[in-house]
């Protein structure tokens, strides 16, 4: 196949589940909500249908875990997290945030990297609803970035000053974890 690939990676064709923490043991989209929390004015929530009646925006993207598998192809359908951030009074001294999971896996994002165009919170993939295991009804995608940063079962999105290790992140993973750099590992 003659097309872009990070360094390292290698595509396949099956969509693998990786889940560190428990699934959620009941989904029910109607009652399903993200909180933005932190360096916020006041806590804001969203319900899931809320952000369904926002613009949506679909994202093309490959989809790169660290462990060097790749997902080629995927059309992502969400919102821009950058459309619910602008909904809520940020502190001028956010510059990352925590985004968290129903199960307690968590990862952290640089602002920058958060607001930028391609960064949803999807709930599609390539034209049919996510399945529970993939992150239903609401999960990150950070095309840029190795999939750890792709938190699924998104709940809350916590702005703070400084940088924190997520799950992964606390593990020795990249705090950063640009695919194009090969930045797997915190040095
Ligand atoms: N909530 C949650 N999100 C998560 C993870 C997880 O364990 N829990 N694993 C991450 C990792 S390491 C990868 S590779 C991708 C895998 O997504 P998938 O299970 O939809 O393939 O999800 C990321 N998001
Ligand atoms: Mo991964």
Request: charge should be negative.
């Amino acid at each position: 196949m003659d097309r872009n690939i990070p360094p390292g990676q290698q595509f396949i064709k099956q969509f693998p589940v990786r889940t560190a923490e428990s699934e959620p043991t009941s989904i029910d989209p109607k009652t399903w909500t993200v909180k933005i929390t932190g360096l916020v004015e006041r806590p804001v929530t969203f319900g899931f249908d809320e952000i369904q009646a926002m613009d949506t925006v679909q994202v093309k993207g490959d989809f790169h875990c660290v462990e060097t598998w790749s997902v080629p192809d995927n059309l992502w359908k969400g919102v821009k997290v950058k459309d619910l951030l602008d909904k809520v009074a940020i502190e001028e001294k956010a510059g990352y945030a925590m985004v968290k999971s129903w199960g307690g896996y968590d990862s952290d994002v640089d602002l920058e990297v958060l607001m930028s165009d391609e960064t949803i919170l999807a709930w599609e993939r390539n034209g049919k609803p996510l399945e529970p295991e993939h992150g239903y009804p609401l999960r990150l995608i950070i095309p840029s970035r190795y999939a750890y940063k792709s938190v699924k079962w998104v709940i809350e999105i916590e702005l703070m000053e400084n940088d924190r290790p997520g799950y992964w992140e606390k593990r020795g993973y990249h705090r950063r974890a640009d695919v194009w750099a090969e930045e797997r590992f915190e040095k």
